[in-house]
């Protein structure tokens, strides 16, 4: 789970980041997840409910470079669904430093 409130996150690990209220299409994550199809459709629930409740930011957050961070950690956690997150090619990909996002169980 990638979170930018971990402490509401009950079960598994979460990688916590900042809060970000732009919106971004994650319709390709959701289809990326190695899960049951009833499994993708309650993520898509929940985050249209929170799309509802949090309406984006008129804020161009187009520098925010943390999402690449999450999928540096996506890429050690599943590494054979790394080619289906990641669409920038790997050139144009930024160097984070090791333990910029937090993790917690």
Do not use: W
């Amino acid at each position: 789970m990638v979170d930018d409130k971990p402490e509401f996150v009950t079960h598994g690990k979460v990688l916590s980041v900042s809060e970000y209220n732009q919106h971004i299409p994650i319709d390709d994550l959701i289809y990326s997840m190695p899960c049951s199809e009833a499994h993708r459709q309650v993520a898509r629930d929940v985050l249209k409910d929170d799309l509802e409740k949090h309406p984006p930011s008129r804020f161009d957050q187009a520098g925010d470079r943390e999402m690449f961070t999450v999928i540096e950690h996506l890429d050690r956690i599943f590494p054979r669904l790394a080619p289906a997150v990641r669409k920038d090619p790997p050139a144009r990909r930024l160097t984070i430093p090791t333990g910029a996002v937090k993790t917690e169980d």
